[in-house]
DNA sequence: ATTATTTATCGTATCTTTGCGATGAATTTT
DNA sequence: AAAATTCATCGCAAAGATACGATAAATAAT
């Protein structure tokens, strides 16, 4: 136990790709990064899933702060939050890119 | 329901993006990242967690192809799995970049 | 041979996730 | 006023995730 607690980046990296760690999930984003009219009732109609079960994920990407909903009665125009969505970008990409995806670089187990 | 199922990429992606949903793991990758030597007991004790936790972590990393391990009694050498983290850095960039992180485009809910 | 080291696995407890149908809230349409 | 539309939430069930200590397995050290 070298350190009581993770960091606050890792626990908000961790925190974005728990968020995006089902296909539901990464559908909705998908779709939503497509349009610029997106609907709740849309995304349901691309997911094989009920209505009840597409709520509760995208309340999740909402609880995650990827997404966000504004209600325009009787329906919710659903779009992505693109302060965090751009720092989660930010986040993978110093992951991936800066911190492990040197292609040049040999990995510790390749001889 | 439009479609039946996700597609292979989606459910490849979503499922690279659960095995990294835990600050215990993001901390395992850019600890594996960081160097050549990557003993389990030195993972440990860069975490919070008890060994056993630690363990199911690794195997969850192995289960999604991320990491792989060799064992040299009577430690164990773990290290990226270049293969696929390679293609996970690939998946993401593609969801992220191309698809979602177009800083000059305006976002649906931004007039 | 016995003991120590290192790691995986087992058993268990608790919490979270995923899913569904049913219901409720807020409108709009008829 | 009544019915339809849209979406969130509730209640529930099943499965999975997270954590721990205890134990097993496989060697290395004494």
Redesign the interface.
């Known amino acids: 136990?070298?350190?009581?607690?993770?960091s606050i980046k890792?626990?908000t990296?961790?925190?974005f790709?728990?968020?995006?760690?089902?296909?539901?999930?990464?559908?909705i984003?998908?779709y939503?990064?497509?349009?610029?009219?997106?609907y709740c009732g849309d995304i349901q109609?691309?997911?094989?899933?009920a209505q009840s079960t597409v709520s509760q994920h995208l309340k999740e990407l909402k609880d995650a702060g990827l997404i966000?909903g504004?209600i325009q009665t009787p329906k919710v125009?659903y779009?992505?939050n693109?302060e965090n969505?751009?720092y989660?970008?930010q986040l993978?990409?110093d992951?991936?890119?800066t911190?492990?995806?040197n292609?040049g670089d040999k990995?510790?187990?390749?001889s």
Request: proline share 3%; aromatic share 8%; with cysteine.
């Open positions: 136990m070298a350190q009581k607690d993770y890792t626990e990296l961790a925190r790709a728990k968020a995006l760690g089902h296909p539901a999930r990464i559908t984003m998908k939503l990064a497509q349009r610029t009219e997106c109609e691309e997911l094989p899933i966000q504004e125009r779009c992505i693109r969505w751009d989660a970008c993978f990409d992951f991936f890119g911190q492990l995806c292609k990995g510790c187990c390749e």
